[in-house]
């Protein structure tokens, strides 16, 4: 498998070791992916702060993007350490369907143990109990 145009385009800014990871994970992954983020801006991270406070939808993080960071903004060496993906099955990248986390499952535990060949240290959104983010994977720090 190889990435769509979009997936390659989220990878710009994106820290080199984690693009290395994603890349590789391509390759043999048991299901095709899509990096839906990479890098955000200031703005866009406001915007998904503003979801369940302010703007309609349920709260999707807890990074306000100017006190409280997210990973996906650039850090100060010019990298973004996150990224965001999600299955391509059925023509299409899918979000909500019932499939959805038991494919990213199979997906982060391939991602994983490409990681751990690699010696690029990993932390899972699908791992975490608050809040719970399964397509979120960043660099450990």
Same mark, same amino acid.
């Given at each position: 498998?190889?990435?769509?145009?979009?997936? !390659?385009?989220?990878?710009? #800014?994106?820290?080199?070791?984690?693009?290395?990871?994603?890349?590789?994970?391509?390759?043999?992954?048991?299901?095709?992916?899509?990096? $839906?983020? @990479?890098?955000?801006?200031?703005?866009?991270? &406001?915007?998904?702060?503003?979801?369940?406070?302010?703007? &309609?939808? %349920?709260?999707? $993080?807890?990074?306000? @993007? =100017?006190?409280?960071?997210?990973?996906?903004?650039?850090?100060?060496?010019?990298? #973004?350490?996150?990224?965001? /993906?999600?299955?391509?099955?059925? #023509?299409?990248?899918?979000?909500? =369907?019932?499939?959805?986390?038991?494919?990213?499952?199979?997906? $982060?535990?391939? !991602?994983?143990?490409?990681?751990?060949?690699? #010696? =690029?240290?990993?932390?899972? %959104?699908?791992?975490?109990?608050?809040?719970?983010?399964?397509?979120? /994977?960043?660099?450990?720090?």
């Amino acid at each position: 498998m190889n990435y769509s145009k979009r997936s !390659i385009d989220n990878l710009k #800014g994106v820290h080199p070791s984690l693009v290395t990871v994603m890349m590789e994970a391509i390759k043999k992954s048991p299901c095709d992916f899509t990096i $839906t983020e @990479g890098v955000r801006t200031a703005e866009r991270q &406001k915007s998904l702060y503003a979801q369940g406070r302010t703007a &309609k939808g %349920g709260i999707v $993080t807890y990074a306000d @993007g =100017v006190k409280n960071k997210s990973n996906h903004q650039v850090k100060a060496d010019g990298f #973004g350490y996150a990224v965001d /993906i999600y299955p391509y099955f059925d #023509g299409k990248v899918q979000v909500s =369907v019932k499939d959805v986390i038991p494919r990213l499952k199979q997906i $982060t535990d391939h !991602i994983k143990s490409v990681a751990m060949k690699l #010696g =690029v240290k990993l932390d899972f %959104g699908i791992d975490w109990k608050k809040p719970f983010d399964p397509p979120h /994977i960043q660099i450990k720090q």
